[in-house]
């Protein structure tokens, strides 16, 4: 996909400096890239600007939040100065990101984009973004412009001249950004204007880095070989499918691998939902949710991904980080949602000044979500740790005293009603999905325990587990069509009862489950889209296609024998992804426009379900090629 620019004239400002002509608003989430330190991330848009960024945490305030406010959000900006075409891509197994500018005369201007990760050197974990830009083909005019907006854009930056650059400062004194830029700059109306003329394969850098400046960081060239090394070392040890009919799947599963593991923090082992806040479900709609946080629900999906794919590691790492959770909570029961260093107060508040993505109100920062009940987290979570004792038995072994309280947690909250996986602000109700990872949570604890406790205590939650799973078929099954509902007593088809087999409750031949999928199909898809439900949540407002459930959809398929619907299927979702193979929340399909926050863990570990059970299922023979990224320019 190729951006054009506008084609606004640039003005002088100061003694030779160009002003930076104003960008459009932003428009389309695959306009954007996603780069990271594993402690924060940033979006950089193919028009040259870091547009969202958070420092130095996922759910710090923001720097950068052009993303939800054109006029006041801040952003940084490097562009040539005439007009252009531009593309993206990512460095071949990396998240280094490449912006390059496409020029008259066979020119470019190239603009590398990455957060170094560089865990054992002084300042780690304080981000910094270097911007690397080099001239091909010809001389190269560009502008830059630094317009910091710190907390949400709601403190005034101050600007000083240093004489390695600038720094910039907010209220308080974490607020502290220093920067440095090549070329010719100055000081305007709080910002900070470069200009710059590169030769043919000249190269230059653009470093903002969080706090002071660090001169144990290193040269900006030694930084980015330093973080393509540990890139491309991480991802060598994602398997390689053997059969070379299968290898052109390879870069749809490294590329959500690796959008998962910007996902994760490495101080903590935790995993966030998405690096964002506030982007829309459905365009200046109300459902705009604060996802920058760790749902122990997505968080243990993404520890299972992890540990299908060759990473145990971080699958151990989230797993002692729950843990001590457990352990500080001291007998009360888990948290739906916490921040990454175990925050638990996420309380929810609305950012009036910001006019949002797409014009969508109310900007939220927290979430409601971490009050709610939700009964299904500890399926989820006690199915990665049994996943993972295959493994590592003695890792697992280790936590079983903390994993124990959580099946006796759920021992006794299993009869309750609750909010469900779809976190509805309306009544709680008896979910059929929480009742089934209830069912999940006990079975896997009962195979623990006979492992590394005892046979009665095996027994006991095998016990409880069976009658769990035999009021679930009492309940939770439409009369009438066989297929499950909603929650009891509630006709209403829900996405989330895709699961049911998948967690092994029941076969996917079983009548109730192909009923289950034929009434999704049939109520709640748009061709390879799926909706989660259509029935009142408390919320009120239309929202996009949930992309996860359309892949939970692709993988049913597939292991319930109908081979030739899920390739379909497949292949119609994965251009949702865009050319950096980077897939959002939620989808319109009659716009064709990305919605919710992005990129979300989630959906690339829905597309990481799909991709193994079509590798696996019967018809793996036939399965399609996947859709490629479009061709790269290549620029000499």
Known sequence: MVRTSPRSAPRPVGSDVVEVPPLPPPRDLHDYGLIG???TAALVSREGSVDWACFPRFASPSLFARLLDAERGGAHVVRPTEPFRSQQRYVPSSNILETRFLLSGRRALLVTDFMPVLPRLPGEGLPTIVRRVRACGGRVSLTAALEPAFDYARVRSRVERMPWGFRVRGARPYQLLSYRAPGRSTISGGKVLTTLDLEPGECEHFVLEAGEIRAEMGEPEELLASTRRYWRSWVRRIPFAPDPAHRSWHAWIERSLLALKLLSHADTGAFVAAPTTSLPEWPGGVRNWDYRYVWIRDAAFTAESFLNHGHPEEAEAFLRWVVARVRRAKGEPLKVVYGAHGETDLAEKELGHLSGFLGSKPVRIGNG?????QLDIYGELLDAAEMLARIDAGFISGLWPELSSLAAEVGELWRKPDRGIWEVRGPPAHYVHSKVMAWVALDRSARLAWRFSTEEEGDRWSEVAEKVRSEVLEHGVDPRTGAFLQAYGREVPDASNLRIPMVGLLPFDDPHVRATIAQVRRELSVGPFVYRYRADDGIGGPEGAFLPCAFWLVEALARSGEGAAAQTAWQGLLPVGGSLHLMPEEYDPAAHR????????FTHIGLL?????????????????PAGPPPVVELR
């Open 37 to 39: 330190n594993l402690h």
């Open 594 to 601: 990305a919605l919710g926050n992005y990129p979300q863990a």
């Open 609 to 625: 379900r799909a991709a193994r059970a079509l590798l696996e299922s019967s018809a793996v023979s036939s399965v399609a090629r």
């Open 369 to 373: 979500a971490a009050e709610q009940f």
